[in-house]
């Protein structure tokens, strides 16, 4: 089993471009989510998604869409990005209370 | 408001020392626990978690944690320190019909040999 995997590792994009981040899992868990990681502020929620076809908005979800096509993928797009979204981003899913998280993607927008 | 308070951004320690890494939580009922570990360059593993129960918790690598109620505290300890703990730590915690996580800062350990 693969777990949860992120596409790509590492990205560097200009200032209006945009990308899509993808995530993956094959551990048949109904819940999955997008966090983002930057240094001396921990992970904070951008969005989350509670089963296919659903998703809400996390703490921090300006600059970024999403998208539950199936249970088993969830992307992360950014339509134009900007400098302040510069960070790593970090996919999870949910078993009953515990989350699994990918291996990351480290974005830079110059 | 929910928070996650890790007071200690940076601890060093020597190789087989023993560690306690500070975790308090602000949370309106008795919320769901977790340490998780990642080493540079890598994803968060799960150090260990608590639900319910025995308020002392066992996790991997030799972990354990204590949750105080009345301190709303879960801090994180180790007998003995190895230098491959070397890495940063996160508390958190789980809330909500999401179940999303609130994260502390982190504490980065650093283990001197």
């Known amino acids: 089993n693969a777990g949860v995997t992120q596409t790509p590792k590492f990205q560097v994009l200009k200032t209006g471009q945009s990308m899509t981040l993808q995530c993956a899992q094959d551990?048949?868990?109904?819940?999955m989510y997008w966090y983002r990681q930057d240094p001396g502020m921990g992970l904070r929620l951008i969005y989350y998604?509670?089963?296919?076809?659903?998703?809400d908005k996390g703490e921090v979800p300006n600059g970024y869409n999403v998208s539950r096509l199936n249970k088993r993928e969830f992307s992360l797009r950014l339509e134009s990005a900007a400098p302040s979204q510069t960070s790593v981003y970090f996919c999870?899913?949910?078993?009953?209370?515990?989350?699994?998280f990918g291996p990351g993607t480290r974005l830079t927008v110059t | 408001a929910q928070s996650v308070t890790q007071p200690d951004i940076h601890i060093t320690v020597s190789e087989g020392a023993s560690l306690e890494l500070r975790c308090n939580y602000s949370?309106?009922?008795?919320?769901?626990l977790f340490w998780y570990v990642q080493s540079p360059g890598q994803g968060l593993q799960l150090l260990l978690k608590?639900?319910?129960?025995?308020?002392l918790v066992q996790g991997i690598k030799g972990f354990e944690a204590e949750f105080k109620r009345s301190q709303s505290s879960f801090n994180l300890r180790k007998p003995s320190v190895h230098w491959s703990d070397a890495a940063e730590y996160f508390c958190?915690?789980?809330?909500?019909?999401?179940?999303?996580?609130?994260f502390g800062s982190g504490t980065q350990l650093t283990v001197l040999p």
């Open positions: 999870a899913t949910l078993d009953s209370y515990e989350q699994y």
């Open positions: 551990m048949n868990h109904n819940s």
């Open positions: 998604s509670a089963s296919e076809g659903t998703t």
């Open positions: 949370y309106g009922a008795t919320p769901y």
């Open positions: 608590y639900f319910s129960g025995d308020t």
């Open positions: 958190a915690f789980s809330s909500g019909s999401a179940r999303q996580l609130t």
